[in-house]
C-alpha cells in the first residue's frame, strides 16, 4: 500500500512520494541495518554499565559478613559512600536507595521502546514486501523434476527469467501437474519444490495445483541464482541455477522481448515507459 512506503521514506529521511518504489533487496538490507545498528548500540550500553558498576562496586578486601546488608537508615546519610548498597547475588531489585527504582524503570522502559520501535520499523518493511506493485507483469513459473519453465504473458517459454531492470515483475508459481510434467505415471511433477532466488531476496513454495505469488525487482543487470529449497528427489541439486534470472537494462530487454514475442508490443512499450508506482 501506497501510505506505508510513505511512512517507510519519511523515517528513512526521505519525505518524496516520487521514490518510493525499492527493490525487495533494498527492504532487507534496510532491516538488517537497523537491527546491527540498535543491537550494537544497545550492546555498547549494557557492557559499559556492567564495566562501570562492576568497578565501582569492586571489593577490595574480603567482607566483614553483613557489611554490605542494606539499612535503609544510612540512605538520609549525604556521605555517598556510606549509603551504597551493593547488590548480593541472588538478590532481586527492591528499589530501596537513593532514586528508587527509576533506573530500573527507566531501564525497562527504554528497552521496551527500542523493542516496540525495530517491531514497528519491521512491519511496515514487510507490508512493503508483501503488496505487489501496480504496474508489475506477471509471469508464470513452473517447477518440475528438475528446472523452471517461465511463462511471458504472449504465452512464449524460457528456462530462464528474462526481466528488465528498474520493473516490477510478479511471479505466479506452482508446480507442475501429475502428468504434466515428463513422462506420464513416473510421477514427475508429484512433489513439492519451491523458487527462491537469495540474490533478490524473493522466494515462493511451488505446490502441484496451487498458486503462490512472490515478486522481484532488480536495478543492477546481470545474472542471479535461483534454486529450489525443499528436497524434491534426486535430482534436488540440480535445481540450482546461477544464471536462473538475467537482468538486462530495459533497451535490450524491449529487443529481447520483441524477437522473442514475450508480450504485446503495445503493452511491452506501455510497461517499460511507464513512471513507477507513485511516481508524480
Given amino acids: 500500500m501506497l501510505g506505508s512506503r510513505v511512512i517507510l521514506n519519511i523515517l528513512s529521511g526521505d519525505p518524496t512520494v516520487a521514490q518510493v518504489s525499492r527493490d525487495p533487496t533494498d527492504v532487507f538490507n534496510d532491516l538488517l ?12 550500553v ?14 577490595d578486601d574480603t567482607p566483614a559478613e553483613g557489611q554490605y546488608d542494606i539499612d535503609t537508615s544510612t ?3 549525604e556521605d555517598e ?11 532481586i531489585p527492591s528499589g530501596v536507595g537513593k532514586g528508587g527504582g527509576k533506573k530500573l524503570f527507566l531501564s525497562f522502559a527504554i528497552s521496551a521502546l527500542i ?4 517491531i514497528i520499523f519491521a512491519y511496515w518493511n514487510l507490508l512493503y514486501i508483501e503488496d505487489t506493485p501496480e504496474d508489475a507483469i506477471e509471469i508464470g513459473v513452473d517447477a518440475n523434476q528438475y528446472d523452471y519453465e517461465y511463462t511471458y504473458p504472449s504465452g512464449e517459454t524460457t528456462s530462464q527469467l528474462f526481466i528488465p531492470a528498474d520493473k516490477p515483475v510478479e511471479l505466479n508459481v506452482t508446480a507442475c501437474h501429475p502428468g504434466e510434467c515428463g513422462t506420464p505415471g513416473e510421477g514427475d511433477g508429484e512433489v513439492w519444490h519451491t523458487w527462491h532466488s537469495q540474490d533478490l531476496s524473493a522466494g515462493a513454495d511451488a505446490i502441484p495445483g496451487q498458486y503462490t505469488q512472490t515478486w522481484v525487482q532488480e536495478s543492477d543487470p546481470g545474472e542471479y541464482r535461483v534454486q529450489c529449497q525443499e528436497l524434491c528427489g534426486a535430482g534436488h541439486s540440480s535445481m540450482n541455477f546461477d544464471d536462473g534470472v538475467v537482468v538486462m537494462e530495459q533497451d535490450e530487454f524491449q529487443d529481447w522481448c520483441e524477437d522473442e514475442e514475450c508480450m504485446d508490443d503495445e503493452e511491452l512499450d506501455n510497461w517499460l515507459n511507464s513512471p513507477a508506482e507513485g511516481d508524480n
Fill in 33 to 44: 541495518t537497523a537491527f546491527l545498528v540498535m543491537g550494537t548500540i544497545v550492546g555498547v
Fill in 46 to 59: 549494557v557492557v559499559a554499565y556492567i564495566l562501570h558498576s562492576a568497578y565501582k562496586y569492586k571489593i
Fill in 81 to 91: 559512600t556510606e549509603s551504597v548498597a551493593r547488590p548480593q547475588l541472588g538478590e
Fill in 75 to 77: 540512605f538520609a546519610d
Fill in 115 to 118: 523493542v516496540v520501535g525495530l
